[in-house]
């Protein structure tokens, strides 16, 4: 899961919990004591969102249906594409405007870790949120991560593999999102 994926899983919380949600991927290490409490809890909820998406049945099997030399890469693809779904879905539900703004509120209030300093103006500027419901984009948003891996950019390889499963992955998010909300949602 991505941005929009923590923060509707993080929604019930303080503002807190949502950026530490938010700013996880930025933050290294198990020591968490530089944070506040609430930030902290925020922190591990994001972590225990990805290790359950990391391990579930459906997630494993569309990682297998990746092109063989590009599986390794594909959690990362899988991770936008399903904010893609995300976004596809709730742009039409009360309240989903709303948790943006309160994303990009919380977000543009206070510092990211040094990880994510860069990105999060241009997340905000761009809405980013918004944007992922155009498969376009996400597949950009994909192959702008690839950049920044040393080597090839595979994730920018793995856009056909992406369209031709892209009804199969959209069945195994409709399947995987409902569990997650309501295992993991606050």
């Not at 019930?12 to 950026?19: E, I, P, R």
């Not at 063989?68 to 693809?77: E, S, V």
């Not at 069945?171 to 295992?183: G, H, I, K, Y």
Request: proline content about 4%.
């Amino acid at each position: 899961m991505n941005f929009l994926a923590h923060a509707w899983l993080a929604k019930g919380g303080s503002d807190d919990f949502l950026y530490g949600n938010l700013i996880a991927d930025g933050v290294k290490g198990m020591n968490l004591e530089i944070w506040n409490l609430r930030v902290a809890e925020g922190i591990r909820h994001h972590r225990r969102v990805d290790a359950t998406i990391d391990r579930h049945p459906r997630v494993l099997a569309a990682r297998q249906r990746a092109p063989q030399d590009k599986r390794r890469y594909a959690g990362i693809a899988l991770d936008l594409v399903w904010d893609h779904f995300l976004a596809r879905q709730q742009k039409i539900q009360p309240g989903h405007q709303r948790l943006i703004e309160r994303c990009y509120r919380v977000l543009g209030r206070r510092a990211a870790p040094a990880r994510l300093s860069s990105m999060i103006p241009v997340l905000i500027d761009q809405d980013w949120l918004n944007a992922y419901a155009d498969f376009d984009f996400t597949c950009r948003a994909i192959a702008g991560i690839g950049t920044r891996l040393s080597g090839p950019n595979r994730l920018a390889e793995l856009r056909p593999w992406l369209e031709e499963d892209y009804f199969r992955l959209e069945e195994d998010f409709n399947a995987l999102w409902p569990e997650l909300v309501a295992q993991l949602q606050r």
